[in-house]
């Protein structure tokens, strides 16, 4: 079970996050008005203080982790979808290098990029316009037609399987990208953290004097924590939301390829 729906965005997380710890902490607040005395001693409280210790290391390491694993997580991606556009734009010269056979292909992918950056206009979702420009029919239509081709040179030879190279690389870049597109995060594992910081934040307010200071840290630490949660979850889905991968590669690709240049320009090798 991943988090996928829009009940579980990463803001409505940071939210739900902030309001288990920060009630927590003012359920502790609350405790320790109602508790015997004696759950309240100093033996008392330096025990709870180990106990607390000890979970709240575990959850401060774990969260780092998965933030640290979420950043990875997201450069891996970023890189992949750059090598996905450069290979675009690489097919494009390597077709134009070949000459007017390959011309069919080309127009194929040049109006691919063209009709999806049209559709979204200056906002480009990188995820949908990389899955539809790179869907099966056209990559397999441009090999189709690669396949077809005849070449009367060696150097048209090597052209001819550096086309069909890329194209390769094209789809396995899409279906690697598609896989890839939802959470890795499991919702069994975020739960139980959420649980341990609200359990070390109720310990807090169990120790703590009541009044208006103390109350504002607690409020302001759970909204550190909850930003915390926030930005792994942003990391985790890096093809949407306020931290997403750049759309620079793909405006970049859609300019290069509708550029003309003539057939065999030393300029346009790849």
Known sequence: MVLSSFWLSPAWVGLIVFVC????AMAGLWLARVLPGHHLSSESRETVKLAIGTVATLAALIL???????KGGYDLKDHEYRAAMANLVLLDRVLRQ?????????????????????????????????????????????????RGLTPASDGEKWLQGRALELT???????????????????TPFL??????????????????????????AFMLCSLSVASAVFLLME?????????????????EAVELLTMDAP????????
């Open 64 to 70: 780092g982790l998965l933030i640290a694993s979420a």
């Open 235 to 251: 990391l985790d889905q890096p093809f949407g939301g306020l931290i997403h991968i750049s759309e620079a590669p793909l405006r």
């Open 21 to 24: 710890i920060s009630s927590g």
């Open 263 to 270: 057939h065999g320009d030393a300029s346009t090798a790849p």
């Open 98 to 146: 070949y000459g007017p056979e390959a011309d069919e292909a080309r127009t194929i992918l040049k109006n691919s990029v063209v009709a999806l950056a049209n559709r979204q206009g200056r906002t480009i979702n990188v995820k949908t316009v990389w899955t539809d420009l790179s869907a099966s029919s056209n990559i397999e239509k441009i090999q189709n037609i690669l």
């Open 191 to 216: 739960i139980i953290l959420i649980f341990w910081l609200v359990v070390i934040f109720v310990s807090f307010g169990m120790f703590a004097p009541r009044n208006a200071t103390v109350i504002v």
């Open 168 to 186: 390769g690389d094209i789809a396995q870049s899409r279906w690697l990208l598609v896989e890839q597109s939802g959470s890795a995060l499991q």
